[in-house]
C-alpha cells in the first residue's frame, strides 16, 4: 500500500463566512496526515491561522491561498496525481476506496457553496460519504480515515513545541 501523499483543493471559500470551516477543514486533514491545502480564494488569515498550529504542533503542512483551481487540477494530473471530488452525489466510500487506495498521489476536492458542474467532470473519483448532505469537515475526516484504513492516528508531527500525552483523565502536555 502507497504512503499516500494526499492534498486537499478547497473551493468555494467565501471569506466572510467560512474562515472558520475552511480552518477546519486544514486542521482535520494536517492531524489525518495530508501535506496541504491549496485554498482557491484569497484569505491570509486562514493560512496564518493554519500556520501558527503547524508552528506550534509540529510538521510541514502547507496552506497556499490564491490558487486558481483549474490549473491546480490540470498541473497535479500532469504530474501523475489522481483527483478525488467529494459530494453526497458521488459513488459510495466503501464501494470505491479500494480502487482509490493504490494510488499514491490523491487531490481531494471538497466544495464550501455549490461547486462549479465542472469539478464534476474532472474528478477521476466523486466520492459520496454517505448520499446525505452534511459537512465539508466530516466527509475529509471519515475519506481520509477509509484511506489509510484506520492508520491514520499513528502520524508524528516533527518540530512540535508541544505534544498531549493521551491520558485517561485530565489534560497532560509536554513542551518540547
Ligand atoms: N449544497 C452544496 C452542493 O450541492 O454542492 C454542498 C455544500 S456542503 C456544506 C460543502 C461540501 O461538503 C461539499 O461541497 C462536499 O465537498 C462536502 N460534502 C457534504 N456532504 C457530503 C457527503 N455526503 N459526501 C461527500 N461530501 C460531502
Known sequence: ??????????????????????????????????????????????????ADVVDRWGGNFFCEDNVKWRSCIKNWKAEGGIVVHLTMYGLNLPDIIGEIRPHARILVIVGAEKVPGEIYGLADYNVAVTSQPHSEI?????????LASGTGFAHEFPGAKIRIIPSKAGKQTEGL
Open 138 to 146: 466530516s466527509s475529509l475526516a471519515l475519506f481520509l480515515d477509509h
Open 1 to 50: 500500500m502507497p504512503d499516500h501523499e494526499v492534498v486537499i483543493l478547497r473551493i468555494g471559500h467565501r471569506p466572510e463566512r467560512d474562515q472558520r470551516v475552511t480552518t477546519h477543514v486544514g486542521l482535520t486533514a494536517r492531524a489525518l496526515g495530508a501535506k496541504g491545502m491549496y485554498l482557491a480564494a484569497s484569505d491570509k488569515g486562514v493560512a496564518e491561522s493554519i
